[in-house]
């Protein structure tokens, strides 16, 4: 069972432009979404995160939208550049329970920005 | 200050052998996991630790076994190796915000 599903698998955006990354999870008791970026040989490394009792965070070109009722948020990268070239994967974590911070993945967005 | 460091980083492995990767944080994190990652499938959880002493089945724990040494170390071990594992393999290390991984195994059953 997928708990969290990301769109689309592969995107091409121009220099400049914005990348837009989706996801949309099924647990309700997740209450922790952060996003990673992995570039080629390398482990993924946190990007930016949100919790679910705020509906957008930025930190500089990066912005997550959080959508609660819907279940749905998203990445955007504005003013794309060619180093944002990467793989990025949405994830989600539940705060207590016997799932206390088990970390799921989406399946991972890979991201060609042509300069 | 190295973070998350897995150890080897490249391993071929013959069907049925068997091997364990170590993984060792210096980050003092309580908790520690286990990731596998394929082409189109993200990355999947296999085992993790949410403290020293104890370890939980995640996502794919199948064929795998975890050993949580100490705080710093959580090493896998594959007992028989199959094909099917043929994987990247990631330790991270969690504490609050965000889980920091490190660099990752390739590792190839032939």
């Known amino acids: 069972q997928q708990q969290v599903k990301q769109s689309p698998q592969s995107l091409i955006v121009q220099k400049g432009g914005i990348s837009i990354i989706n996801c949309a999870y099924e647990?309700?008791?997740?209450?922790?979404f952060p996003w990673y970026q992995q570039f080629p040989g390398k482990g993924p490394a946190l990007l930016i995160a949100?919790?679910?009792?705020?509906s957008e965070k930025k930190e500089g070109r990066f912005t997550i939208s959080f959508n609660k009722s819907a279940k749905q948020f998203s990445l955007h990268i504005m003013d794309s550049q060619p180093g944002d070239s990467a793989t990025y994967f949405c994830?989600?974590?539940?705060?207590?329970?016997?799932?206390?911070?088990?970390?799921?993945f989406g399946q991972g967005t890979i991201l060609t920005v042509h300069p | 200050n190295a973070g998350v460091t897995q150890t080897p980083k490249f391993q071929v492995l013959k069907t049925g052998q068997s091997m364990t990767l170590q993984c060792a944080q210096d980050?003092?994190?309580?908790?520690m996991y286990w990731y596998r990652q394929d082409p189109g499938m993200g990355l999947r959880l296999i085992y993790y630790?949410?403290?020293?002493?104890?370890?939980d089945k995640g996502e794919v724990p199948n064929g795998y076994n975890v050993s949580r040494l100490n705080k710093r170390e959580f090493s896998l071990r594959l007992e028989s190796a199959a094909p099917s594992q043929t994987s990247v393999y990631f330790c991270a290390a969690r504490e609050g915000r965000g889980a920091f991984f490190g660099q990752g195994t390739r590792l190839t059953v032939v």
């Open positions: 994830a989600a974590a539940q705060a207590g329970g016997t799932s206390y911070g088990k970390l799921t």
């Open positions: 630790s949410a403290s020293e002493g104890t370890t």
């Open positions: 647990n309700t008791a997740f209450d922790y």
């Open positions: 980050m003092n994190h309580n908790s």
């Open positions: 949100i919790r679910p009792d705020v």
